[in-house]
């Protein structure tokens, strides 16, 4: 059989040493047969074909997401770990606290910038906690694409985020999708980048249509602009490297205390109580000031 396609080949290459120039394609398909018979097969309305064979690399990439999609059904990424049901299924280890470096690899053919250059909202602190992703631009209704190559772990609806869709992806990274109108995905379905997997919407504790998009390396979040590039739409690496310092907000959180507004508390009561000064607390409250009026109930941090 493939002595047989590389005897029509050879020949296929041997009619291109006659121009076409002057000739009309009528077809064109990009054929993947191995690495080593891997091109763009054309046609002209004079009947003879012409064979253009890929770059190397070019078939090496097939080939290697190939091999990955035929595999997710066995790999350990797909059932070590591996819930329909459970939102954090690795436990929330602390890799704030890990010694080794992470390294994660993105092949840009398995890439689809599903989320807008608009954002609302950028991963860190927020409003007394940590927001563990970024908010953008998606309106109700506007679809949404999984951004790699991957696998549904996990679509239904979950406190907070509404509709979510977790995308378990080939390097072990998943990815979370939030606040969709309707899910358009069932868990174990088998995606490539740029596929649909819901609706925009503003389910769960959305303050208006947008998208909240989480990357997490067993469980815990990091900031996704180290990957993505949102204002030129493309990866920003094809490498990552993490390390515990990308997971340090964590530890920062542990070790945060806060302050809640009682009847009667001014921002000298509350320094005094806990042996910091009205300064320091004006300076990790962002907006309070000493002018401000403390609301019963209101959050202050104070360390």
Known sequence: MKKSIL????????LQCFSQDEHKKIFSKDIFFSKELSGTLKLYDNGYPTFTPFEKNITDSYFEELNDKLSADTMRVF??????SKLYPYGEPDL??????LIFHFRPSSFYCSLSDHLYSAFGPRRGRQHKGIDTDLDIGDTLRTVFDGKVRFAKYVSGFGNLVIMRHYNGLETYYAHQSKILVNPGDIL????????GGETGNALGPHLHFEIRYKDNAFNPEKVIDLENQCLKVTELILTKKDFEWKKQWRERKYHKVKSGDTLGHISSKYNTSIKKILKINKGLKTTSILQIGQKIRVR
Do not use: Y
């Not at 005897?7 to 041997?14: E, G, Q, R």
């Open 79 to 84: 059932t070590e770990n591996w819930s329909t």
């Open 192 to 199: 490539n980048a740029g596929e649909v997997i819901g609706l």
């Open 96 to 101: 704030s606290k890990m010694d080794d470096t």
């Open 7 to 14: 005897t029509l080949l050879f020949s296929i290459t041997l």
